[in-house]
C-alpha cells in the first residue's frame, strides 16, 4: 500500500491524464470540422495513448492496494487559430504534464516509494517522446507557412500516426 498523500496525487494525475484526452479529442473534433481529417485522426490516438495512461495509473492504485477515483473532468476548449495554434496548445499542455509527473517522482522519492518510482520512470521517458513529437509537428507548420498545398501534404502525413500497443 502507498502512502495517502502519494494515492491522492496519482488520483490527480489520474484525472488530468483523462483531462488530456478530453483535450485531444476536442482538437480532434475541431480538426475535422476544419476538413484536417490527419490531424483528426492524429489527436484520435493521443486520446487513445492518454486513456492509456490513465489507465495504468488507475490499475496500478489497485496493485499497491489502494483507491482508485473517478475523476469529474473541466471542458477543454473548442476551437483553435489554425494548426499552429492548436500543436503550440499541444506542447504547453505536455509540458505542463511533464512537469506533474516530475513532481510525482519528486514525491514517492520523499516517501521513499521505490515501486512508485519505478513506476513512473515510464511515464518520464513517455513525456519526452510527446514533447519531442510536438515539437517536430511545430517545426514543420513554421517551415511549410500557410503554404495550402503544403498543409495538406501535412495533413495526410499526420493521418499516417499508427496506434502503438499498451499505450
Do not use: C
Amino acid at each position: 500500500m502507498i502512502s495517502k498523500k502519494l494515492e491522492e496525487a496519482l488520483n490527480e494525475q489520474i484525472r488530468e491524464e483523462f483531462y488530456s484526452a478530453s483535450y485531444y479529442l476536442s482538437i480532434s473534433a475541431w480538426a475535422s470540422s476544419q476538413d484536417y481529417n490527419g490531424t483528426a485522426s492524429f489527436f484520435m490516438i493521443q486520446v487513445q495513448e492518454e486513456v492509456g495512461h490513465a489507465m495504468k495509473m488507475f490499475n496500478f492504485l489497485f496493485d499497491v492496494e489502494s483507491r482508485a477515483i473517478v475523476p469529474a473532468l473541466d471542458q477543454p476548449p473548442a476551437d483553435f487559430d489554425g494548426l499552429e495554434d492548436a500543436f503550440q496548445k499541444t506542447l504547453k499542455h505536455e509540458k505542463y504534464i511533464t512537469g506533474r509527473i516530475h513532481k510525482l517522482v519528486a514525491l514517492a522519492r520523499e516517501e521513499n516509494d521505490y515501486a512508485m518510482e519505478n513506476f513512473l520512470q515510464w511515464f518520464v521517458t513517455e513525456q519526452v517522446e510527446e514533447e519531442a513529437n510536438m515539437n517536430k509537428v511545430l517545426a514543420q507548420i513554421k517551415m511549410i507557412g500557410g503554404d495550402a498545398r503544403a498543409v495538406f501534404m501535412l495533413d495526410r502525413e499526420l493521418g499516417q500516426r499508427q496506434a502503438f500497443g499498451g499505450e
